[in-house]
């Protein structure tokens, strides 16, 4: 399952399509469903049902907005996309296909379903969920703005950003475990490396700051994971 997760994570940066780029995803979230379910407890079967009732919904508004940008341009290819004259239609589309990986990333109002799954989650899966899942959506939905949607997601990507390193950071100073406190810290990370994204759609700078700070986030997160195991 850790191998499963790991190269779909992989193979999401290199789809050039959505509908691989889907798939990539979804092989990098579906098996953390058995990881997090893995110690076979009641609260960690529940955990699981969580995320697999995430995940499903979360294919689900992704393949919408697929079907979406498809009716309005006619192709599901990042580099025919990004020549593709913009339509409310393809908009929408692209709203959604952002929303989709959003409840990968956790972003709010997607991420709700961390304080249920995290604490339930052995901590070394609570660690591959922070990361291996959060960088393939975040890889995804960086090819989708930079490379097919440029200028498309300026109206409210910066909304989405702000709510989500906000209520992120201040649901985390409510927690009293450490697993609660860095579940919903990993909401507010979320924004953090979507922020380069809101600020210079279109821009090679935007691509460079978002892998810097998923490095270093991930460096973090180990870290903080591994302390609290």
């Known amino acids: 399952l850790i191998l499963a997760a790991t190269a779909g994570a992989l193979a999401v940066v290199g789809a050039r399509d959505l509908f691989t780029l889907l798939i990539a995803v979804e092989t990098a979230a579906l098996p953390m469903v058995g990881l997090v379910g893995a110690e076979r407890t009641r609260q960690a079967a529940g955990a699981a049902l969580r995320l697999l009732l995430v995940t499903v919904v979360s294919f689900a508004i992704t393949v919408v907005g697929i079907a979406l940008i498809y009716a309005a341009v006619g192709t599901v290819h990042l580099t025919r996309l990004a020549a593709a004259p913009g339509s409310v239609t393809m908009l929408v589309g692209v709203a959604f296909v952002v929303a989709g990986f959003g409840y990968k990333v956790a972003a709010m109002p997607f991420g709700i379903w961390v304080a249920d799954v995290y604490p339930a989650a052995p901590t070394p899966v609570a660690l591959l969920l922070s990361t291996t899942s959060k960088v393939a959506g975040v890889a995804a939905a960086l090819l989708v703005v930079i490379s097919a949607a440029p200028g498309l997601t300026d109206s409210w990507l910066p909304a989405l ?60 997160s180990l870290a903080a994971f591994v302390v609290v195991a």
């Open 161 to 220: 950003v702000a709510v989500t390193m906000t209520v992120g950071n201040l649901v985390a100073l409510t927690r009293r475990t450490a697993i609660g406190l860095l579940a919903w810290s990993t909401v507010a990370q979320a924004g953090w490396a979507l922020l380069p994204l809101a600020a210079v759609v279109g821009t090679g700078l935007a691509t460079s700051a978002t892998i810097t700070y998923l490095l270093a986030y991930c460096a973090a």
